[in-house]
Nanobody
Framework: QLVESGGGSVQSGGSLRLSCTAS????????MGWFRQAAGKEREFVAG????????SYGSSMQGRSTISRDNAKNTVYLQMNRLQPEETGVYYC???????????????????WGQGDQVTVSS
């Protein structure tokens, strides 16, 4: 089970840090990702991290303004987002897969487990 937290409302230019906590003992071996879905749009890749954090990958929209990290001792992956813009409003989903993804981190179809999502609203 994946549970996201940290979402909410922020003004344009602000920052948020999302967290995703996983249940179970296998988190440290899972590939993790964050995706965003705006109303009426397809799910979009935001960031991904490999099981041992040696690979991180970012979607083009937030590259340079976001950082993904993980704390395996806490079974948690984080997404730090800075200088947020209104067009980044949406539901942010945490995703996980037991396989050791590399170049596939950005592909939503590669993830077998998904959280319920957390709303982020950026106002202008």
């Amino acid at each position: 089970q994946l549970v996201e937290s940290g979402g909410g409302s922020v003004q344009s230019g602000g920052s948020l840090r999302l967290s995703c906590t996983a249940s179970g003992d296998s988190f440290k071996s899972y590939s993790m990702g964050w995706f965003r879905q705006a109303a009426g749009k397809e799910r979009e890749f935001v960031a991904g991290i490999s099981w041992n954090a040696d690979i991180t990958s970012y979607g083009s929209s937030m590259q340079g303004r976001s950082t993904i990290s993980r704390d395996n001792a806490k079974n948690t992956v984080y997404l730090q987002m800075n200088r947020l813009q209104p067009e980044e409003t949406g539901v942010y989903y945490c995703a996980a897969d037991r396989r050791r993804l590399g170049s596939e981190l950005g592909e939503s179809r590669e993830y077998g487990y998904w959280g319920q999502g957390d709303q982020v609203t950026v106002s202008s």
